[in-house]
Structure formats: structure tokens, C-alpha cells
């Protein structure tokens, strides 16, 4: 309630991967106090597994929901796990759940990190699949990109992804969806 006077703060991120998330009835009444005031909950998927995400989007339809980084694949240039996929499109037949377009360098799982888009193509189609245009948010995860490369990597990596999914694609995923979901007042121009 406190911090939520202020304009800039717009959601919590439960990011430690020490903490062991559950859906206890405390959990699901203190993150209805977010969805209450319109505010955002992103989830490390280590920390809340995709199945946990499925059905806290269920208990609380109304909370904005974002999973950080590519749902927490680690990318090998090779076919998606099948269980993997299938968590995915439970937890993005939810209109409330949004997915980060980011983390790919970092977790790819060969190193240096690939710097050619078809190597995590499979991911990456799986999370256009399952979230479209409309509900995915492209994060630079900056400082934490330049583990596995650089940020202009990443953006490189996104472009070539997304460009020949035209203009307005672009524009969702790269400023609008994030503008939408986090509550952001845009100045005019």
C-alpha cells in the first residue's frame, strides 16, 4: 500500500531462486492485492514453475501476469522439449500471462552464445506461437545480458526474429505490449 503511492512503482518481481514458490491461500490473497491496484507480478520461471503460473493465472484472472526470459528455456539450435512446449501453451492460454523476448544469450546452452537467430529459432517459435504479437515484451536484462554476449547481440538477435514479422509486430513487442502491461504513461509527442 505504501509503495504503491508512487507512480513508478508498478508490480513486484519474485526473482531468488532460493525461495521455494507455493501457492499457499497467503500468496494468492497478497498477490490479489496487485491485481487489485492494476500492478504487475513477473516471475523467474526457476522460481515459479510454469505450471504454478498456469494456475495462479487461473485463481486470479485479473492479475498481470509476466513471465521473465523466454519462460526459461535454455536454448541448444535443436526441437523445444515437448513438456517444456506444452507448460507454455497452458500458461499462455491465459490472457493475463505475458512472456519477456529475452535471456537468450545468457542460457543458450552452448558458449560463446550462438549469435545466428536459427539457432533459437524452435524457442523461440514455440513463444510466437503460444503469445503472439500481442503478448509478448521484448527486456534487454541488462547488466545480465553481457554473460553470455552483448546487448547489441541481443538487439541483433530480436531484430532478425522479428522483422520479418513486420512493422506493428515490431512495435508491440518492442515498446507497446511493456507500455500496456506495466501501466506506463507515455509523453506525447
Not at 64 to 86: L, P
Not at 108 to 132: I, N, Q, S
Amino acid at each position: 500500500q505504501r509503495f504503491a503511492k508512487d507512480p513508478r512503482y508498478v508490480g513486484i518481481r519474485i526473482r531468488n531462486n532460493d525461495i521455494k514458490f507455493e501457492l499457499t491461500q497467503k500468496v494468492i490473497d497478497n498477490l490479489k492485492l496487485l491485481a487489485e491496484r492494476d500492478m504487475t507480478a513477473d516471475f523467474l520461471v526457476g522460481t515459479a514453475s510454469l505450471e504454478t503460473i498456469d494456475k495462479l493465472a487461473t485463481e486470479i484472472p485479473d492479475l498481470k501476469i509476466v513471465i521473465n526470459h523466454c519462460a526459461g528455456y535454455s536454448a541448444d539450435g535443436k526441437t523445444v522439449d515437448e513438456k517444456w512446449k506444452q507448460n507454455v501453451a497452458a500458461a499462455a492460454k491465459h490472457k493475463n500471462v505475458y512472456c519477456k523476448f529475452s535471456g537468450m544469450l545468457e542460457h543458450a546452452k552452448k558458449k560463446p552464445a550462438p549469435e545466428d537467430v536459427e539457432y533459437y529459432r524452435p524457442m523461440l517459435d514455440v513463444l510466437w506461437e503460444a503469445f503472439g504479437p500481442e503478448r509478448l515484451i521484448h527486456a534487454s536484462n541488462w547488466p545480465v545480458v553481457r554473460n553470455g554476449g552483448d546487448y547489441e547481440q541481443h538487439l541483433e538477435l530480436c531484430y532478425a526474429y522479428l522483422r520479418p514479422k513486420g512493422h506493428q509486430a515490431m512495435e508491440q513487442v518492442f515498446w507497446k505490449n511493456a507500455a500496456r502491461v506495466y501501466g506506463v504513461k507515455l509523453p506525447r509527442r
